[in-house]
């Protein structure tokens, strides 16, 4: 009786799957590829939320508070780079107590991937950063620095290559002119590279030479500017391959990213959320089957 309970139970268990329409356990089913970029600029060592009396950002932001934000997309998108626009320095006593050891050691517990260097990351001098950089379990990238000749020589990259769900994706960092924000006490022999020619150059060999899907910027250059200089806005109109810059600097709070059109006419996403790690961009890219992408944001309040 047991076995042929057991027989006629095993018998409408496959059944039942073989009149469901077009169910194959082991076939592919998703039609798009789902990217995240998650990004913070500007946080100036901002550890704790702002106090419940500040006019302007009371009770926001806090690493704390960012970090579950943060693992809740990963639970939902593992294929998620979390990614900062550079001054991860100054603005806090942690830092006049910390040197930064403590922004550096956070970060790496929070899961960046990669950051950019901003002025005030020079604070302490290309030797003060250089003696966090055992701290950063993640890359410093830094494009159009050259730090020949300085202790920092050899401790950051131009670009990286990161692959989430096999979409290739190269990001680099752009910092901006040193001259009028960094003493040469403090920067030593570092030199400033010109951005635009750097964008081009770098942006040439992560498409053509490495292939990559996705091309992002990690700017220090600033969003904007009313008289000439180079800025997150004339980089994405003037360069090609782009398809995201990800700024700092000027503190610019976007309430979404920005959609220019680059020298070929194609679609460049500019993005900043502020400072003080008050907000979280989240950017969500989806490829289809062909490669074509498509996008999406959301400025997330911490």
């Not at 690493?63 to 693992?71: E, G, K, P, S, Y």
């Not at 950019?116 to 993640?138: C, E, R, S, W, Y």
């Not at 070929?264 to 289809?288: H, P, T």
Request: charged fraction near 25%; hydrophobic fraction near 35%.
């Amino acid at each position: 009786m047991e076995r042929r309970k057991f027989l006629m139970q095993t018998g409408a268990a496959t059944a039942l799957l073989s009149t469901t329409p077009s169910f194959n356990l082991f076939a592919e089913t998703r039609s798009t590829k789902k990217i995240t970029i998650l990004h913070t600029n500007d946080v100036h060592s901002h550890i704790e939320p702002f106090p419940v009396e500040d006019p302007s950002f009371s009770n926001q932001g806090g690493v704390a508070r960012r970090l579950t934000l943060i693992q809740n997309i990963r639970n939902e998108n593992p294929h998620t780079l979390l990614l900062d626009a550079g001054d991860i320095f100054q603005g806090t006593p942690y830092f006049n107590f910390y040197g930064g050891e403590l922004e550096f050691k956070l970060m790496s517990m929070m899961g960046y991937d990669a950051a950019t260097i901003g002025n005030h990351d020079f604070d302490n001098g290309v030797g003060g950063l250089a003696a966090q950089m055992p701290n950063a379990k993640f890359k410093l990238l830094s494009a159009n620095y050259d730090f020949t000749n300085t202790i920092m020589e050899g401790l950051t990259k131009p670009y990286d290559i990161f692959i989430k769900d096999g979409i290739k994706i190269g990001v680099f960092g752009l910092g901006i002119q040193l001259d009028g924000l960094v003493t040469e006490s403090l920067s030593k022999e570092t030199k400033y590279l010109n951005p635009l020619e750097i964008a081009q150059d770098t942006t040439r060999v992560l498409k053509e030479e490495h292939k990559c899907d996705l091309i992002i910027s990690l700017s220090h250059l600033g969003y904007d500017y009313k008289y000439d200089k180079i800025s997150d806005r004339k980089l994405a109109s003037q360069t090609k391959n782009i398809d995201l810059i990800i700024g700092g600097h000027t503190h610019t709070f976007l309430p979404k990213p920005e959609i220019l059109k680059n020298i070929e006419g194609k679609d460049v996403l500019v993005n900043q959320v502020g400072w003080a790690g008050v907000n979280l961009g989240r950017i969500d890219f989806e490829f289809d089957m062909d490669g074509k992408k498509s996008n999406s944001a959301t400025l997330i309040r911490v």
